[in-house]
């Protein structure tokens, strides 16, 4: 069964510094979304994505983060200058249309900013 | 607001019955969701329900909507101990395509 897949699994990073977190969504989905998980805290939706264009985005993803689509088969999410309060469990999603068509989410990616 | 909530723990006997509930705050939710999450795993999708159903069973899963309370639950038939795992209410709602809200999450364990 297609799966969506996440690297890498565990990103230790010093706070200032860039972080790259990549996603290979499922090969024929055309959304794509990242959301990320404090630790104790919510699952918290960050960004949706489509036709390579941010299609939604919530009030956490400010300036700092970024998407990208940088070929046929990657979904990336940058964080430019890294926080403490970055650190989280990020997780990917895709799904082959929206409105509520089912969304199927990678392992994540759990980041810690030192 | 965004609030979906959901106790926080679940403790029940191995072969007894599971039932998780969630309550959400906004009427116009169209689609409600049920997620587990095993250690160290994504968010495994188990199920869903469409706002104008009040009722979906998926074999040992039993989904039960009541809109008019808000009130979201998940009955899991004959529990194993492969149930282990928290268990998150979700919902999409109509003013938002592709923005799941979650709730804290349900971590059920079973006991022999």
């Known amino acids: 069964e297609p799966e969506v897949t996440q690297t890498p699994s565990h990103q230790v990073t010093q706070m200032g510094q860039e972080v790259i977190l990549r996603c290979v969504p499922i090969?024929?989905?055309?959304?794509f979304y990242w959301y990320r998980q404090i630790l104790g805290q919510k699952v918290e939706f960050l960004v949706s994505?489509?036709?390579?264009?941010?299609?939604?985005k919530s009030e956490i993803f400010d300036d700092q983060f970024s998407v990208e689509r940088p070929d046929g088969s990657n979904f990336t999410l940058k964080i430019r200058s890294t926080k403490l309060e970055d650190s989280a469990m990020y997780f990917c999603?895709?799904?082959?249309?929206?409105?509520?068509?089912?969304?199927?989410f990678g392992p994540g990616t759990r980041l810690t900013v030192l | 607001g965004e609030d979906v909530e959901q106790s926080l723990f679940l403790s029940v006997r191995e072969g007894d019955s599971s039932v998780i509930n969630c309550t959400y705050t906004?009427?116009?939710?169209?689609?409600l969701y049920w997620y587990k999450q095993e250690p160290g795993a994504g968010l495994q999708l188990l199920t869903y329900?469409?706002?104008?159903?009040d009722m979906k069973q998926d074999q040992r899963l039993t989904v039960l909507l009541n809109k008019k309370d808000k009130h979201l639950s998940l009955r899991i038939a004959d529990t194993q101990t492969g149930d282990s795992a928290i268990y998150f209410c979700?919902?999409?709602?109509?003013?938002?395509?592709?923005?799941?809200?979650f709730g804290s999450g349900t971590r059920l364990s079973i006991r022999p």
């Open positions: 999603a895709s799904s082959l249309t929206s409105g509520g068509d089912t969304q199927y």
């Open positions: 329900i469409f706002s104008n159903m």
């Open positions: 090969s024929n989905h055309l959304y």
């Open positions: 979700a919902e999409i709602r109509a003013s938002s395509a592709s923005k799941i809200i």
């Open positions: 994505f489509y036709n390579n264009e941010i299609s939604e």
């Open positions: 906004d009427s116009s939710s169209t689609y």
